[in-house]
């Protein structure tokens, strides 16, 4: 390369800075790539069935696997058909109808999650949100009013400069033309969900959120939607604070799975 294509790309690459190697394993991108690389993307995998039929859970996960095989067929489902239901969901009711995620939280997906989210990497909204389009396209679910993500609390979206749920609603809105309903907000800052047990997770999320505008959600059916589903007490508190407001039902899509 000559001085003088190696100064005029140096300064391309200052003007307009890219990655030019992968996030996640550190090879050089193909052309065409954007902070990751094909064989790292080949990673992500889908969720694949048997999964729990209400919060969507995949039911081959090691805690099942050591809580012993009773009642489960070989390939993990349960026998009883009528069941298919999770521990978490045989124990409890939800508020939303059902949840589903694109994959499991581990692995490639966990790590470019993390990127997103706390490494202000906001291109991969567009990866991300698309393996949920294609979660979404594979179900039966009814039409949808409208698509709200699970807000966060404005000091927390200051620091961080974007809400992960609502770049990944607007991928999922311009896919489907779903309008994103605006009026939902978060107006308690919680403490991070992670760091509590349970009921205190419950507790700190009681009155979490909060409908601005009441009118325009009666009735409606209504997709929520976040990044990483884990216990279900965000998707259930909001699901709730929803449907308190008049909704008339909420499914739930996340990226990943906790
Ligand atoms: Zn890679
Ligand atoms: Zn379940």
Same mark, same amino acid.
């Given at each position: 390369m000559s001085i003088f294509h190696?100064? =005029?790309?140096?300064?391309?690459?200052?003007?307009? #800075? $890219? /990655? #030019?190697? @992968?996030?996640? @394993?550190?090879? %050089?991108?193909? #052309?065409? %790539? &954007?902070l990751v690389?094909?064989?790292?993307?080949?990673r992500v995998k889908p969720l694949s069935p048997p999964l729990c039929r209400k919060c969507g859970r995949s039911l081959l996960t090691p805690d099942i696997a050591a809580a012993g095989n009773e009642g489960l067929?070989?390939?993990? !489902?349960? %026998?009883?058909?009528? /069941?298919?239901? @999770? $521990?978490?969901?045989?124990?409890?009711?939800? !508020?939303? &109808? +059902?949840?589903?995620?694109?994959? +499991?939280?581990? *692995? &490639?997906? $966990?790590?470019?999650?993390?990127h997103f989210k706390y490494g202000g990497k906001r291109?991969?909204?567009?990866?991300?949100?698309?393996g949920m389009v294609r979660t979404l396209e594979q179900i039966s679910w009814p039409a949808f009013d409208y698509i709200v993500p699970v807000p966060l609390h404005i000091k927390r979206e200051r620091e961080r400069g974007f809400n992960q749920a609502y770049l990944l609603a607007a991928v999922v809105s311009r896919h489907t033309g779903i309008p994103i309903f605006k009026g939902f907000i978060r107006v308690k800052p919680t403490e991070?969900? =992670?760091l509590l047990d349970k009921p205190l997770r419950e507790q700190n999320l009681s009155g979490a959120f909060e409908v601005v505008d009441k009118a325009v959600l009666n009735g409606k059916t209504?997709?929520?939607?976040?990044?990483?589903y884990t216990t279900g007490s965000t998707a259930d508190e909001c699901s709730r604070t929803l449907i308190n407001a008049g909704a008339d039902c909420v !499914? &739930?899509? =996340?990226?990943?799975? *906790?």
């Open positions: 190696e100064i =005029t790309s140096g300064m391309l690459d200052l003007l307009f #800075p $890219r /990655q #030019p190697y @992968c996030l996640v @394993c550190n090879n %050089k991108l193909e #052309p065409g %790539k &954007v690389c094909h064989s790292c993307e080949s067929s070989a390939a993990g !489902f349960y %026998k009883d058909r009528a /069941q298919h239901l @999770c $521990r978490d969901c045989r124990a409890r009711e939800h !508020f939303f &109808v +059902q949840a589903r995620s694109f994959g +499991q939280y581990e *692995g &490639v997906l $966990r790590e470019l999650i993390h291109e991969l909204a567009g990866f991300l949100g698309e991070h969900q =992670t209504l997709l929520l939607i976040d990044d990483v !499914f &739930v899509l =996340t990226c990943a799975r *906790g």
